[in-house]
């Protein structure tokens, strides 16, 4: 199974990640791309990135990933203006402040809120749709936050952990519908998220990591870790007595 043919969707229009996905599928013909976003007026550049990679069409449509009761009304909206996505890039996401979490409970809800239950919330949305077609992909970003949680960030862990649990359930829910999900769990990945902090060892660009899920889709793959080597580093890292992982940094 390649790439699926159709509209490209992602949610988080303004995601580096999604944007550099949407970019390499547009390469390889994919003509039509969505970006969907909370403002999106403001995704002039990300709107111009795609188009030079090759894309068409290339639509906007306003998307807040907090507002649960809107999502149906989105999808609709893209169905309606550019018919049935093929690739469904999930893409939104927040990093929140731990140390502000730690103290104030809707901090630390709101991370959540973002990370997983709007996931959950979409992504049901979705395989619904999917399913009922036949066909078409789900991209989904885990992290290795999520493989074990780490005390320097255990709220993003949390949720990315509850995202990654989530994701795999739906991916063997998924097999033999005709549609499949791409679970990716990246390293840390140098971007405008991770703006001002220093770089954890194996980390990654977007670009990286866009080249590494369109490399899995190509091979029909149902997870890939970015980069490779941190599946058997977390592997052993899942071995470290609790003393000693609880004082890794993030």
Do not use: C
Not at 40 to 56: H, I, S, Y
Not at 90 to 114: I, K, S
Not at 165 to 193: E, N, Q, Y
């Amino acid at each position: 199974m390649g790439i699926d043919t159709g509209p490209v969707l992602v949610l988080g229009g303004r995601s580096e990640i999604g944007t550099a996905v949407a970019e390499r599928l547009a390469a390889r013909g994919r003509t039509t791309v969505v970006l969907a976003a909370r403002q999106p007026a403001d995704l002039d550049e990300q709107e111009g990135a795609v188009r030079r990679a090759g894309a068409t069409t290339v639509g906007r449509v306003a998307f807040d990933a907090d507002d649960l009761a809107g999502h149906a009304a989105v999808l609709d909206e893209v169905e309606r203006r550019f018919g049935p996505p093929g690739t469904v890039v999930v893409a939104f996401g927040v990093l929140g402040d731990q140390a502000v979490a730690e103290r104030d409970p809707a901090a630390a809800v709101a991370v959540v809120h973002t990370d997983f239950v709007a996931h959950v919330h979409v992504l049901t949305l979705l395989a619904d749709r999917l399913r009922a077609a036949g066909r078409g992909t789900l991209v989904v970003f885990s992290s290795v936050a999520g493989v074990r949680v780490r005390r320097a960030n255990y709220v993003y862990g949390s949720a990315k952990a509850g995202l990654d649990g989530f994701a795999s359930g739906l991916a063997d829910a998924l097999a033999g519908s005709g549609v499949r999900l791409l679970l990716v769990r990246p390293g840390f990945v140098i971007g405008r998220m991770t703006a001002g902090m220093s770089p954890a060892p194996f980390s990654s660009t977007p670009g990286q990591v866009a080249d590494a899920v369109v490399d899995a889709l190509t091979r029909g793959r149902q997870e890939v870790w970015v980069p490779a080597v941190l599946r058997p580093v977390f592997f052993l890292m899942r071995l470290l007595p609790r003393a000693v992982w609880r004082r890794l940094p993030r």
